[in-house]
């Protein structure tokens, strides 16, 4: 699609992939997408089908690869270093845990954090020649490339490769603290990201099996990079992860929580800090990839994470116990639906019955989206009455059209009742995400005076026209 070249790859289940050349992240890439998927219905000729690149690089030699690869690097330097860093995360074989066996010294491969801190470095400084209108535009993919950089490190994090997930993150953490203010963070998209960091520093640290010399080392870093970005409005990013290395996992009341010994203070001496939860949690995750399971057990319950800790009781097999501490101590939908997935999974379907329907009792998020699940859960049971209350509130939750017709489904020889029901809800609906439903609905029943106050009270141009089109013969004047 002219003026902008256009890319997109997809298949039966969808688009797969798209890109643009237009020189704006989200307008006019947008415009220019949707441009190019119409083009493909309504101009199938027009359309070029090319091979995946799959299969393209697949009828190629080591060497006709190898030549490829050295002659894109030479047009593109930064291409190289990327090239370079890729070829040295997997080289570092990230499967290599790194935390000691007993009796044994710790397997590694080294990882040359050089080539990720010069692409850190290039990342940061690519819109450096764009005008600052224009390079505003683009910190999001900016900050995006780093991410995918940090998404690598944590292939590391969760195999046990603490130490070399350690030397990654200090490249990418300098050259971000250095780089960083270059760029128009107006969206706060660029400081955002140092929550991320931290979160990915508290795990490494927890991963790697270090010295108390080599932790304190790890956390006076630490302190130097939060000292730089305090003032911009990032403050304690690293807190989390300081407290996991000047503790690490020998601090005296952790070692108690994890050997059973459960008080009010949980894992702390005293009062527990801003970020215990953040802390706890990290905590959790090592506990888990380790299978210490008695050990996670005991620490979600000190901590108050009570959520993982019934989802825990669940996957090790341990359901009844699960469901009546879920019964007991979880307090939203959302964490109801959480635990009643887990039991799903191991076919324990009465049981997540009967988490499900608990949860329908709480107010909070997802809750709409528990009910639709449970409705699902119970129709394919056999159980169509608790099917039919639950898709009664999984349309009064997030009104649709799907949930609408579900209803009409389940409903059978009741349906007229729950119709005019469901319709007189719809028409009291408040708010702006509403207006979609109220219109497909209203529209699909012929209800045009409703569609057309649907819409009166705000709507998108697409839903206006839409009514437009349907009571263009029924009230010409309301379209004029």
């Not at 690869?65 to 990230?94: C, F, K």
């Not at 409705?375 to 159980?383: I, N, V």
Request: aromatic share 8%.
């Amino acid at each position: 699609y002219e003026p902008y070249r256009v890319r997109v790859t997809f298949d039966e289940g969808g688009v797969t992939e798209a890109a643009c050349s237009c020189p704006y992240d989200w307008g006019g890439w947008c415009k220019h997408i949707v441009a190019t998927l119409l083009a493909c219905l309504h101009e199938p000729d027009s359309v070029e089908v090319r091979a995946t690149l799959n299969e393209l690089l697949a009828e190629l030699d080591r060497g006709q690869l190898q030549g490829l690869l050295v002659h894109l690097a030479a047009r593109d330097p930064y291409l190289s270093d990327e090239i370079e860093s890729q070829i040295g995360l997997r080289q570092a074989v990230p499967g290599e845990a790194d935390t000691a066996q007993e009796g044994l010294p710790p397997r590694r491969t080294p990882v040359d954090p050089q080539p990720v801190r010069r692409q850190v470095r290039n990342i940061l400084h690519s819109l450096d020649r764009m005008r600052a209108s224009e390079a505003y535009w683009h910190v999001g993919g900016v900050v995006d490339g780093v991410r995918q950089l940090l998404d690598q490190v944590q292939g590391f994090i969760a195999a046990g490769a603490g130490r070399n997930a350690l030397a990654l993150l200090e490249a990418i953490t300098d050259e971000y603290v250095r780089g960083w203010l270059y760029l128009d963070d107006s969206d706060g998209y660029a400081g955002g990201f140092f929550q991320e960091l931290g979160e990915a520093w508290t795990e490494a640290a927890l991963a790697a099996n270090l010295s108390p010399a080599e932790r304190e080392q790890w956390a006076h870093k630490l302190t130097q990079w939060q000292g730089e970005v305090d003032g911009y409005g990032v403050e304690g990013a690293f807190d989390p992860a300081q407290a996991a290395l000047l503790h690490g996992w020998d601090y005296p009341p952790l070692q108690r929580v994890l050997q059973g010994e459960i008080t009010r203070l949980g894992a702390w001496e005293g009062e527990a800090p801003w970020f215990a939860d953040e802390l706890a949690a990290a905590r959790l995750e090592v506990l888990e990839r380790q299978e210490r399971y008695q050990e996670y057990l005991h620490l979600a319950q000190a901590e108050g994470q009570l959520n993982l800790y019934v989802i825990m009781l669940a996957r090790l097999g341990r359901v009844q116990q699960a469901v009546d501490e879920g019964l007991k101590v979880l307090r939203r939908p959302a964490e109801c639906l959480a635990l009643a997935e887990v039991l799903r999974e191991r076919e324990e379907l009465a049981a997540a019955l009967r988490i499900a329907e608990h949860g329908l009792t709480l107010e909070g998020r997802r809750r709409g989206d528990l009910a639709a699940w449970l409705r699902d859960l119970a129709a394919g049971m056999g159980e169509a009455e608790r099917a039919l209350e639950a898709a009664t509130v999984a349309f009064r939750e997030i009104p649709s059209m799907a949930a609408y017709q579900r209803g009409q489904e389940l409903a059978g020889e009741r349906w007229p009742e729950l119709r005019e029901e469901m319709l007189t809800h719809l028409r009291q609906a408040p708010g702006y995400s509403s207006v979609q439903a109220k219109v497909d609905i209203f529209l699909h029943e012929g209800l045009l005076d409703d569609a057309i106050a649907a819409v009166e009270s705000g709507g998108r141009y697409g839903l206006i026209e839409r009514v437009m089109d349907a009571v263009l013969e029924h009230r010409p004047d309301w379209v004029i």
